[in-house]
Every structure is written in C-alpha cells, then in structure tokens.
C-alpha cells in the first residue's frame, strides 16, 4: 500500500516537473488545502461578529474597487451585455452583500423559544452556529452572481469557504481568484480554479457543506460523494420552468416580462428562465404576434447582430442547442428565428409552436434562446401538463383571473411560483430561492443563505430545582399515572396523582 | 410488478389526487393514531416488554407518551403550520405580494430504529402526515414484537391507500431505496446513513438523517450537595434509565475534575442502587439487550484488559437474559473501542481532567455529538461551551429532556446527522417551502427591458440600492 502510495507520489513530482499536474498532484493539493483551511478554522476566529463583518465589507470594497474589471471578464467570457453583468451580476451581488452587512448582527441573535410544562422549569434557545468548512462550487452561465451569492451566506453564517468556480467561464474564474486573494482572509476563505479532476479532488475531502450550482447530473455526483462523509448539499439545479399565459390580459406587458426573463437574461441560459410556453389554441397565434412585435423592438431587425443579447457559452452548448432544432419534427415548428452563426456561437432568439411532446426540446431543459409554445384546448389543461413532468425550479403564470390564481398557486409545485412576472422573486431577498426534487434541495436568498450554512443548535437550560421522581426509577403504578396526567397535560389529575387520588 | 411498486404506484395516485393536503385528511388520520394509541395501551406495553424489556413507566415515558404529546401539539398548531408566511417585498415591485407557501414534498419514506421501536416509527410519521405526504414506514426487524405489532395495527385505523407499512430486515430496506422518493428520513447508524443518503443521491432526494455519537455530559465541581444529588440522579437516568443506554442522546461519558471523580462515583453507585436495588438484574425498571449481536459487541468493549482493569462498578453479564450490569469505569484509554465508539449501552466512562475547561478540548477532538450536557453553574462556563462546541443540542443541567420540548429543533450535526423534527420543525422537514410572488400587470418599469443604455444601467443601480430619491431625480432628468 505505501510502495503504491510512494509510487504515486513520485508519478506526481515527475509529471509536475514536466508541467502538467496529474490525478495524484490534484488530490494532494486539495487534501492539504482542507486541512490547512479546517486548522484556521479551528482557531475560532470565523466565528466572531468582527471576522463575519470585516470579510463581508472587503467583499463590498472588492466589487466597489473592480466593477468594470469583473463586468469585462463576464463579457469576455458570455459576450453578455455589459448592461447585464452590471446589473445581474455586479449589483445584485452588492445588494445582497449589503444586505448581510445591515442584518448580520440580528441574524446571529439566538431566537428564545417557550418551553412546556414537560420540561418546566427551564428556559430555552435557538442558537444559530457555524458548519465549519464549507465548498461552494458554481456554474458558468452567472459566473460571479452565483459564486459570491453563496459565499456571501457562508462567511455571514461564520464559515470557512473554499469556492470552486466553473472552468467553463475561464476569464471570470481567474478574476475571481486574484480578487479573493488581494481582498478576503486567505487562511479561511480560497478559491480553486479547475476543471474535471480538480473538482473530483475537492469532492473527496470532508466537508461540513456543499453548495452545488448547475445540473442534476453533476448534482447526482455531488450528492453521492458528500453522502461519503455525512454532508449536507444545497442542490441548486434547474428544469424546464413553464410559464401559463391566459387570455384576456395586458399581453403587451406580459410579452415583454416574458422576453425580459427568456433572452434578457443571458439569452436562455438562465435555471430560472422560462423554458416553453403553455397557452390556448385560440390565444397562441396573438402571442405569437406580440413576442414577434417586441422582440423586434428590443433586439432590432437582425437580433444576430444585437449588442443585446448573449452568445451560447461555447460549441458544445451551441452545437446541442442547435440540434434540439434540426430533429425533423422540430424544425417545422419554427414561426420566428432560428437563426444561427457557428462563428460568433449566435442563435437568435427562436419561437416554436407546437413542437411535438416526445421530441428532445420539449424534454430536456433547454437553457438557450429557443421557446416553444404549447397549445392546450383550455388553459386549467395545462397544469395537469406539468404536473406530469419532473417538478421546475420556477412556474409562472400570466392571468387577470383569481380563481386561475389561486388554482395554479394551490396545484403546481415549483421551487418558486410569480403570477404576472418572470425570474423577479430571485431579487426579493424575503423569499427562498431553491428547487424541489429535480429542481434541487435547500434554498438561500437574505435570511435563508444565512440559515443554510448554519446549524440550528437546540440550548435548554434548566436549574436543579424542579426534579420529578415521576422520571426515575423504580417504576411504580402510581408514577404511571402521574406521567399520564402530565403528558396529558391535565393540571387536575396531575395533582389527583401525585395524591394518589386517582381512580384508575 | 412486485409489492413495493405495487405500493408506491398507489401511493402516488393517491397523493397526485391531492386527498393528503386537506386538513381533514391530516387531521383524521392523527385521530385515528390517536385512537390505536389509547385502544392498544396494554398491547404496547407488552411489545416492548417483549423486544426491549421495557417498564411500562418506561415504555409510556419515551413512546407512547411522546406519540400522544407529539401529534396533540400538531394537531393543534397544524393550520397555524399550514398558513402562508409573508415575505417581505420591496417597494418597487409595488403592487406585489409575497409569502412563502408550505407544500407536502409528495411520497416518502420513514425508516425507523429498535430502540424506541414505537415513537421513532410514529413520531417522524406524525410530522409526515400533518405537512400531508403519503407515507411508506419501514419498520426495524430487530425489535420484531413491535414490528408485527404496528404491520398488524396501523393498517386498521389509517388510510391505506395513502399510508403503508412495510416489516423486514436490510434486503426490504435496500429494496425500498432502489426507488424514487420525495423525502428519506433515517433513523439509526451513520453506517447505514451513508447507503441512505448514497441511494438517495440518485434521484436527487432529500434526506434527514438523524443518527447518534458520543455525548458528553460534562459535571463542573458542584458545591451544593443537593445540586450534586439531582446532577447524578439525571445522569444515571439519561445512561441506564432509557433503554439501558441504547438510546442516541443518552450520556455517553462524563468529565469530570480529578478531584471530584470520588464523589461521583460515589454518589453513582449509591444512585444506581436507589433505582434499581441491590441486585439490578432483577430489577424490572431496566430494560435488556436489543439482541445477542449488540450483547457481544458490548461485552467485547470491555474486554480489552485495560479497559477491564478499569472498571469500578459491575461488569457482570448475563447471555441468557441479555442483561448487563450498570457499569462504571474510571479513565479506560481514550483510545480503545470504548472511548472511539458510540457505547449505546449500559457503560459509563468517567474521564478526569484537571480543569473543567479541558472538556472543550476532548469533545473537539472528535466528532461532533448528538447531544452535550453540561452540568454547572459557572455562567462563563456555560457561554464557553456555546461558543466553542458543536453539537446537535446543548442541554444545562439537565439530560434527554430536550427530546420533549416541542418548540426546539431536535437532530444532529457533522456525524450526527443533518436535518431535524419535533413541533414544528417535523412539519417543515416534511414540506417545501414554496416561494410565491404575485404582481400585477401595472405599473411597467421601462429600464428593466432591452435595448440597454446608460440610463437603464444608472436607474437600476439605485433600485438595487432602493434609493427612491434617486429614482426620481433620475426620472426627472435630474440627476446625472
């Protein structure tokens, strides 16, 4: 076994010195990383207000300092909009940032809690603590959003953080690593750029916590390495979130909320994004119209050419996307777009009507700028058609009706359901942000990023006065009945026991 | 189609047919749990005298107590649990609402333990039914009399087609984990948490897993004689007292000063003899062995010859009647079996230390327990062991009662386990929480739509700031 190990180690100098970092190399990084990190956290020191308070205002400064250095990476890496990296990536980072800063103290407070006659006289507490050393691997489509977002609850929660961004988005995650270097703790809080073999290495070692960001594939592989050492993940993955339009609506607004959500928003490549349409057959031809009409109003005439609007992240995605449009069935359902450039990794934005049910674009979650719409003979039918997939991330539904409301509120599970907008509720920091089932596990979002890297430690305090001998032995009938009564919660036979009063 | 498919095919229909998520639905069948409850009292008793050799004072206590406490408090908060919370919006979204809407997770699965064969089956149940999922409880066949007791019995008061029953060893255990479930809760070793959780990754589902470790109870040099007597007396209850010491949050060793150890044990002993009479192996408020596999295990723990030689009280053992004695050891190696393991059993390991403060340090350096008594009245003591453990639970001066307090969240943390039930808390590890934001179609803001510039850039940086005084000079052409 230590002549494999030594060899092992040997391969891995060998390799290292000829450049290139083999299996072995990785994983001993990755273990003496931990290791490193799990001592600093040993000392104590995340866990005090000051540590939590300081890193999360270097974490203001850092995005103050270097907002048009990060949006450049995320345009570098996406071509997304500069609009949006700014607005969705940047400053919603800082809103969220500054939002902990305000509420870290009344979020640390224990909560009291009333205790029972059970247990009288005591008193008790809710105390919420720290899970230790927590890994927080994110995705490439909101490169800095989604890899500070956790962190940010991790560090306020009093954690230790090891992030591991996507390779996928190459520009933001070496950005990523410098700043975090030049701004936060480095003993407790680190970043680890890699691909593939870096990550199965991190997912080796203990953690207290994983935070995944991406597709229930690799949340599979997350979940089934953490399970190894008893960790607890938060699973934020996507799914094919609908989006209901009635009739009798503003179907201006409605149109454009969708079109903000669908190509706005990095272009389809979005787990919250809406994936395809669901409306009635007499109302589909208006829509259609009306997403036409302001599509073109918002990206112009020639959208490939639209300084607006993201392009797919690389080939691999360009190439999968493009073939959910080639299957025979599918591409005769095209009614607007479906335009592509495989030079610059451009689709346009791309409306389907119809397409067939079984066909790979209406069972895959799509995440890019094709939308098909799919047409039911009343609208209530279409709630029984996505109940009968897996359950999405977000539903959305446009509607003047209440009863359609409350009906759609009531029947269709979803991590997050919005009547009349799209995407929105991930910017309400009063709200949980997660999936169900295929959609993922655990949520975040304000108060609940806090929760979700803290342990709700249960603090009963009692004095020595008090004892009932009813708890101990030697067992008696008469205990029997004085522990009937308590549990019972009746004061009267409680106190008819303890006299021997009781008739039974 | 075998018998679990057949189950869990109806189990879904049952569920998609939206009958569990009335509140009549969740109500009746906490009745009818209720009702089993009070009819077949006596036929508890008997089970568990029969598995564990509980007393009924025991038995009524830790089981049936709990079940009867457990779903009164649900059914009475159960509506108040149900209600929609309000989260709070900003202003800009106005008009808007939003609340966050509690929903059953769909179909899930109980696997309960041996050691309160009934509560660990019901009382996870309890929470399953009130958020109002269709629920398979998987029994444990090493307590078989309250197995077949609960196969037999639940069937006849509950909804069948919405709650079923399943009795059997690990191949029906593993068989249920082949498949797809909305929630795992998991009861038992964090061996088989890990297949658990491992099994559940493959459909992507949710698992609470509340499994045990070594809790500590930590005993400070008490001045008062009397604070001194009800100390031991809650330590000798929480070790021999529930379930002979097979339970998760009994005490699984004390720290104590050095200087103090003679008194303890003292004190020990003479407790020990109050409750369970000179000869505890006839007492009948003691509960025996699970089985002969966990009786050797425990008989081998004090085998090895220096943790023999450290015994200070008991040690005897009887196969046949699966009894061991209350037994007491002073500082056995910390690195034997004894002190590496989670005892679960009737042993008790007394660690000296010179200073108090040093527990900290022990219980640090392994993993994180179950449960951490402190016994003290030193104030700054108190807020040091908050401050520098971990644990599922801390309990002040007293053992195990954290266990009846509805309004505390009761599971572990690190190796003992993630997730918690109780109160309220059982309601939530069986829902989602549904985030739920409503909007009207008016008004519009324009900034939030392509084709961007500079002004839709400026307009949504001061909403994310919620600067609404900016908003409107920038509105206004005011501000530059």
Redo the contacts between chains.
């Keep these: 076994m230590l002549f494999v190990r030594v060899l092992n180690i040997v391969a891995a100098r060998i390799m290292a010195i000829e450049g290139e970092k083999n299996v072995y190399e990785v994983e001993i990084e990755a273990s003496s990383l931990v290791k490193e990190i799990r001592e600093s956290y040993a000392t104590g020191k995340t866990r005090s207000y000051e540590w939590r308070m300081s890193q999360l205002q270097r974490l203001v400064q850092m995005l103050e300092h270097h907002e048009q250095e990060i949006a450049e990476a995320i345009v570098a890496d996406l071509s997304k909009p500069m609009f949006e990296a700014l607005a969705y990536e940047v400053a919603m980072l800082k809103n969220s940032c500054s939002l902990a800063v305000k509420k870290l103290k009344q979020w640390m407070v224990p909560e009291k809690v009333k205790t029972s006659i059970t247990t009288f006289p005591s008193s008790a507490e809710i105390v919420p603590e720290p899970l230790g050393v927590v890994l927080v691997i994110s995705p490439w489509n909101y490169p800095f959003l989604l890899s500070l977002d956790p962190v940010i609850g991790a560090i306020a929660a009093g954690n230790a953080v090891v992030l591991k961004p996507s390779e996928v988005s190459p520009a933001t995650s070496s950005l990523l690593a410098k700043l975090v270097g030049e701004y936060m703790d480095n003993s407790l809080i680190r970043v680890v750029e890699g691909g593939v073999a870096e990550t199965t290495a991190l997912l080796e070692q203990k953690w207290d916590k994983i935070c995944y960001t991406g597709n229930g594939r690799v949340g599979r592989i997350v979940m089934a390495a953490a399970a190894k050492h008893l960790t607890p993940v938060l699973l934020e993955l996507g799914g094919k979130s609908p989006v209901v339009v009635d009739s009798g609506i503003n179907l201006q607004v409605a149109t454009r909320r969708i079109i903000a959500g669908k190509w706005g928003c990095n272009n389809g490549q979005t787990c919250v994004a809406p994936d395809y349409i669901l409306t009635t057959k007499d109302f589909a031809p208006k829509l259609v119209d009306a997403l036409k009409h302001e599509l073109e109003h918002f990206f112009g005439e020639n959208p490939l050419d639209s300084k607006d609007l993201s392009r797919i992240v690389n080939s691999n995605h360009f190439a999968r996307l493009t073939k959910l449009l080639d299957e025979d069935r599918v591409s005769g359902t095209i009614v607007h777009g479906g335009k592509s450039e495989k030079s610059t990794l451009k689709i346009s934005p791309t409306i389907l009507l119809d397409a067939p049910r079984d066909s790979l674009i209406m069972n895959e979650e799509i995440f890019g700028p094709l939308l098909p719409i799919l047409t039911v003979e009343k609208v209530e039918d279409s709630f029984d058609i996505i109940n009968s997939g897996t359950k999405p991330l977000a539903a959305y539904l446009f509607t003047s009706n209440k009863k359609l409301k409350e009906q759609f509120v009531m029947t269709v599970s979803a991590g997050g359901v919005v009547i009349n907008d799209t995407v929105l509720h991930l910017s309400v920091a009063g709200l949980p942000f997660g999936g169900v089932q295929e959609s993922g596990m655990g949520a975040y979002h304000g108060k609940f990023s806090f929760d979700a890297f803290s342990h709700k430690k249960a603090v009963l305090y009692r004095s020595f006065a008090g004892d009932a001998p009813v708890r101990y032995p030697p067992y008696t009938k008469g205990k029997l009945r004085l522990m009937k009564a308590l549990i019972g919660g009746s004061i009267l036979s409680a106190i008819f026991a303890l006299f021997g009063l009781s008739k039974d | 189609m075998g018998e679990v498919e057949k189950s869990l095919a109806e189990l879904r229909k049952t569920f998609?047919s939206?009958r569990t998520r009335s509140v009549a639905w969740r109500k009746n069948q906490l009745r009818a749990l209720l009702d089993l409850i009070s009819h077949k009292e006596e036929v508890i008793f008997e089970a568990l005298h029969q598995d564990l050799g509980k007393?009924?004072?025991?038995a009524?206590?830790d089981e049936i107590?709990v079940v009867?406490?457990s779903a009164?408090f649900a059914l009475n908060n159960m509506e108040k649990w149900m209600a929609p919370k309000k989260?709070?919006?900003?202003l800009l979204?106005f008009p808007a609402k939003?609340e966050?809407?509690p929903?059953p997770?769909?179909v899930v699965l109980v696997l309960s333990s041996w050691n309160f064969p009934i509560s660990l089956a019901l009382d996870p149940l309890i929470g399953a039914i009130s958020a109002g999922n269709a629920v398979v409880l998987k029994l444990s066949e090493n307590a078989p009399a309250c197995s077949s007791f609960l196969a037999k019995t639940l069937p006849l008061y509950l909804d069948n087609s919405a709650i079923k029953v399943f009795e059997g060893g690990a191949d029906v255990g593993n068989e249920l984990l082949q498949h797809k479930w909305?929630k795992i809760f998991f009861t038992g070793s964090?061996r088989v948490?890990?297949l658990v959780?491992?099994a559940?990754?493959?459909h992507?589902t949710?698992v609470t897993?509340e499994?045990g470790g070594k809790c500590p109870a930590i005993l400070d040099s008490l001045s008062?004689p009397?604070?001194m007597k009800?100390?031991v007396?809650?330590i000798?209850?929480a070790k021999w007292?529930a379930c002979s010491g097979q339970a998760c949050i009994g005490v699984d060793y004390v720290l104590v000063e050095d200087n103090f150890k003679s008194t303890l044990i003292e004190l020990l002993k003479k407790t020990i003899k109050k409750?369970?009479?000179e000869n505890p192996k006839s007492?009948?408020?003691?509960a025996r062995i699970i089985n002969k596999h966990h009786f050797e295990r425990l008989r081998n723990l004090l085998e090895d010859p220096l943790v023999a030689d450290s015994i200070v009280h008991g040690g005897s053992s009887d196969e046949e009647n699966l009894f061991i004695e209350p037994t007491i050891l002073l500082n056995p190696p910390l690195e034997a079996e004894i002190m590496t393991e989670e005892i679960f059993g009737p042993l008790l390991p007394i660690i000296t230390i010179d200073k108090i403060q040093e527990s900290i340090d022990i219980i640090?350096s392994r993993s994180k327990p179950l449960a951490i008594y402190a016994f003290t009245k030193d104030e700054t003591l108190k807020r040091k062991i908050?401050?520098?453990t971990?644990?599922?639970?801390?309990?002040?001066?007293?053992t195990m009662?954290?266990f009846?307090?509805?309004?505390?969240?009761?599971g572990g943390?690190?190796?003992s386990?993630?997730?918690?039930y109780h109160g309220k808390y059982s309601f939530d590890t069986f829902s989602?929480?549904?985030?739920?934001?409503?909007?009207?179609?008016?008004p519009?803001i324009e900034p939030?739509?392509?084709?961007?510039?500079s002004f839709?850039?400026k307009f949504?940086?001061l909403a994310?700031?919620f600067d609404y005084l900016g908003l409107l000079l920038l509105l206004m052409g005011l501000k530059r």
Excluded at chain 2, 55 to 58: A, K, L, Q, T
Excluded at chain 2, 390 to 398: C, P, R
Excluded at chain 2, 448 to 453: F, G, S, T, V
């Design positions: 998609n939206g007393h009924p004072v025991e009524y206590r107590g009867i406490k009164r989260g709070h919006i900003p979204f939003g966050v809407l929903e997770l769909g909305d964090s948490g890990r959780m491992t559940a990754a493959k992507l949710p897993l499994l008062n009397s604070d009800a100390a007396k809650r000798v209850g007292g409750f369970y009479g007492s009948k408020s003691n640090n908050l401050a520098e971990s644990s599922g639970s801390v309990v002040f001066n007293d009662i954290q009846l307090c509805d309004a505390l969240p009761f943390v690190g190796q386990g993630f997730g918690s989602h929480e549904k985030a739920v934001l409503q909007r009207s179609f008016f519009e939030r739509y392509p084709p961007w510039n839709k850039l949504i940086r994310y700031n």
